[in-house]
């Protein structure tokens, strides 16, 4: 058995997928400060528990800046995302004569339990909880702005970019640390060995990994 960049990649990858699926797919919440404003219409803050109602006005405009941020577009990359990956599962286990009329019934069953209008209602009290008014009018006016908008388009970029960049120091990282091993641990060496078809410009064991598909994640806009 070998393993190197590939396995470590995939390690981390898989940690990161299940910490996104393992709940409802987390939407970044836009701020100004490190520290939440205290927020005027809440619940117990020592649960956490959005409020169930919130102000129609505030409602609205906390859906006005979910359009701008494209976080009202989550639902969608949420269905988007679970259809395929059970697409590409059951693709596997059906084959591609049943696939077509299983996923017709899954995907009409599946929208039918959770749409972007479902996700969307769900997010406007965790706005409301976390944010006053007078946050939600200033972080609209931000958004509203050329440098606004700038980032709403870059962000997911960046987020990328940081990921990409991320995965590879600690991929690096961690096979350095596991060859620094082998003289306690022996059996590391037949491990660490480089697979078939390995480059020479990478390290033992190295070969640039196919990235898994992420799960969905709104733009994470921050002023």
């Not at 005027?40 to 129609?56: F, H, I, L, Y």
């Not at 209008?117 to 972080?139: C, E, M, Q, R, W």
């Amino acid at each position: 058995m070998k393993i190197g960049f590939t396995f470590i990649a995939l390690l981390v990858w898989a940690g990161t997928v299940s910490a996104q699926t393992s709940t409802t797919p987390q939407k970044p919440v836009p701020h100004t400060s490190s520290t939440p404003s205290k927020p005027t219409e809440q619940s117990d803050q020592s649960t956490g528990t959005a409020p169930e109602k919130v102000d129609p006005a505030k409602a609205a405009a906390i859906r006005h800046l979910m359009d701008l941020t494209n976080t009202s577009k989550l639902g969608d990359k949420v269905v988007e995302y679970f259809t395929g990956r059970v697409k590409s599962i059951m693709g596997q286990n059906l084959g591609q004569d049943r696939l077509p009329a299983f996923m017709d019934t899954f995907t009409k069953e599946f929208s039918a339990k959770v749409s972007s209008d479902t996700i969307n209602a769900a997010v406007v009290p965790i706005y409301a909880h976390y944010f006053t008014t007078d946050d939600i009018d200033g972080l609209i006016k931000f958004y509203e702005s050329p440098l606004g908008q700038r980032v709403v388009k870059l962000m997911p970029q960046v987020d990328r970019d940081t990921q990409n960049v991320s995965l590879e120091l600690g991929n690096k990282a961690a096979l350095a640390t596991l060859q620094s091993m082998t003289t306690d641990y022996p059996e590391l060496k037949q491990m660490l060995q480089p697979g078939p078809g390995a480059g020479a410009e990478n390290g033992p064991g190295e070969h640039t990994p196919a990235s898994p598909e992420p799960a969905p994640q709104a733009p994470t806009p921050e002023k």
